[in-house]
């Protein structure tokens, strides 16, 4: 039965946002897939903060759309979310799930938590750091860097980070009044927020350091996506190749889950 309810779920979630352009074709189906693995075994409690951390994403990438629209030439993609931007987000979160489920070890659970906090911290700080007057500055060497560059920071995208990090926290604390066993303390709390704070910074970090960089032969503008100027393929320029934006994602989220499992064993 659980299944039948959470396959209708996923159902209606991905659907909706395939029509309203959230998500590609590509990124409905790895969507669906992990929606209804979620909530068919996490119920409302596990349901309810990735279902906080998709919506939320989902509208702030089309806030401020016509300015956004100005730095498309530069990152890889568009606001509709792929299979894999879907895949960067979403694995470690369903794996700690799994992991959780078959276990009932309550440090899964919480890792669970901090995994979102890490990719809406991430996600938030990217959509609202974008909307920001002032030039992001990198945290490598605090020089400017272009707008939309990966690894660039504004002090309204930190603050994008933080409240997407509390945002998070909140579902979590509420959730947790329906399910009083997973134990969810103050502690709980400040590591999931800390850590996607964290999260936040890897991205920074490893997007102005490591992330490949392309070249376009045709205008010489530094970009993020391998073809510029309709379809003029892009030479690469620095970075390691295999680190696109949707590794730096994933990674980050990795980190933000260290850091909240170093944290959880320490205190
Ligand atoms: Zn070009």
Same mark, same amino acid.
């Given at each position: 039965m659980n299944w039948i309810i959470g396959a209708v779920c996923a159902l209606i979630v991905t659907v909706f946002s395939y029509f309203y352009r959230f998500l590609t074709s590509g990124g409905a189906v790895a969507a669906f897939f992990m929606g209804w693995l979620i909530f068919s075994l996490g119920k409302m409690t596990f349901s309810v903060p990735i279902l906080a951390f998709f919506v939320s994403s989902s509208l702030l990438s089309k806030a401020g759309k016509s300015k956004k629209d100005v730095l498309s030439g530069y990152v890889q993609k568009g606001s509709r979310r792929d299979a894999r931007q879907v895949l960067a987000n979403g694995l470690i979160p369903t794996i700690l799930l799994l992991l959780w489920h078959q276990s009932q070890n309550s440090t899964f659970a919480a890792l669970y938590f901090v995994s979102l906090a890490s990719a809406t911290s991430d996600t938030w700080a990217t959509e609202i750091g974008l909307l920001s007057k002032r030039s992001p500055r990198s945290l490598l060497h605090f020089k400017e860097v272009p707008k939309g560059a990966s690894g660039g920071v504004t002090l309204l995208g930190l603050s994008g980070a933080l409240a997407g990090a509390l945002m998070i926290a909140s579902t979590v604390?509420?959730?947790?009044?329906?399910?009083?066993? $997973?134990? +969810? *303390?103050?502690? %709980?709390?400040?590591?999931?927020?800390?850590? #996607?704070?964290?999260?936040?910074?890897?991205?920074?970090? $490893?997007? +102005? *350091?490591?992330? %490949?960089?392309?070249?376009?032969?045709?205008? #010489?503008?530094?970009?993020?996506?391998?073809?510029?100027?309709?379809? +003029?393929?892009?030479?690469?320029?620095?970075?390691?190749?295999?680190?696109?934006?949707?590794?730096?994602?994933?990674?980050?989220?990795?980190?933000?889950?260290?850091?909240?499992?170093?944290?959880?064993?320490?205190?």
């Open positions: 604390v509420l959730s947790d009044f329906s399910t009083p066993s $997973l134990d +969810v *303390s103050y502690k %709980v709390i400040l590591i999931i927020t800390t850590s #996607g704070l964290i999260a936040q910074t890897v991205d920074s970090l $490893l997007g +102005v *350091s490591f992330q %490949v960089k392309y070249c376009c032969p045709r205008c #010489g503008e530094t970009i993020e996506r391998q073809t510029h100027c309709t379809h +003029v393929k892009a030479v690469r320029e620095s970075g390691w190749p295999w680190l696109d934006n949707d590794m730096v994602n994933l990674l980050s989220i990795l980190g933000g889950v260290v850091f909240g499992w170093i944290g959880l064993e320490i205190f």
